[in-house]
């Protein structure tokens, strides 16, 4: 199993480009997520989704769009770059057992992405 | 919604001195407590956790304790070495709950 693939890993953008980060999982795991880290801030929820076709924000989404298709992947759309959305970007994946949700989280690489 | 406060946020040690971290949660529903451990440039890892019917769980020279009456629980790390230099995460979620409340992170720094 790979796990938690995040793609890029580096990303320089212009304000108001657009751009996708991109986040799959090999483990057949229902729940997806996006963080972002911020120095002294912890982990910031964006958005998550609980199984294919199900998504709901997080703590900070604006400017953030997600979508789930499939159950593997999990993509973030930056619609249009602003500065403060320069940080580090982590895809996290969970699963159930017994039905019940876990809690456990599997973070991918994370993508740092920088916008001049 | 639910808070967890963690503290210090920077933790300086000795070589074989142990570490303590500390963190508050607001919502008694909360029942599942794990701790993450980031490596500089890494991705967060999930190094030990504990459930709301124990109130003490060892994984060799960390032990994470909970007391639910209060509502904080603690990392406890022995033998420092510095390879356990990194920021450590505390988190809380509900059962069946997927989503977990970080606390903000404490960088402990283990000198040789």
């Known amino acids: 199993n790979a796990g938690v693939t995040q793609t890029p890993k580096f990303q320089v953008l212009k304000t108001g480009q657009s751009m996708t980060l991109q986040c799959a999982q090999d483990m057949n795991h ?7 880290q911020d120095p002294g801030m912890g982990l910031r929820l964006i958005h998550y989704s609980v199984g294919a076709g199900i998504t709901d924000q997080g703590e900070v989404p604006n400017g953030y769009n997600v979508s789930r298709s499939t159950t593997e992947d999990f993509p973030l759309r930056l619609l249009s770059a602003a500065p403060s959305q320069t940080s580090v ?3 996290a994946s969970s699963y159930s057992y017994r039905g019940v949700a876990t809690g456990e989280l599997f973070f991918g690489e994370g993508s740092r992405l920088t916008v001049l | 919604g639910e808070n967890v406060e963690q503290h210090p946020s ?10 303590v971290i500390k963190c508050t949660y607001s919502d008694s529903a ?3 407590f794990p701790w993450y451990k980031q490596e500089l440039g890494k991705r967060p890892q999930l190094i030990i956790d504990i459930r709301s019917n124990v109130g003490e ?3 060799q020279r960390i032990a994470v304790t909970l007391n639910k009456t209060a509502k904080h629980f ?3 790390i022995t033998e420092t070495q510095p390879e356990d230099s990194a920021v450590y995460f505390c988190a809380a979620s509900k059962q069946g709950s997927y989503i977990p409340t970080f606390g903000r992170g404490t960088s402990l720094i283990v000198h040789p």
């Open chain 1, 30 to 36: 229902e729940y997806m997520s996006w963080y972002r």
């Open chain 1, 89 to 91: 970007y982590f895809c």
């Open chain 2, 10 to 19: 920077t933790l300086s040690v000795q070589e074989g001195d142990s570490a």
């Open chain 2, 30 to 32: 909360s029942n599942y």
């Open chain 2, 57 to 59: 769980k060892k994984d």
């Open chain 2, 74 to 76: 603690s990392l406890h």
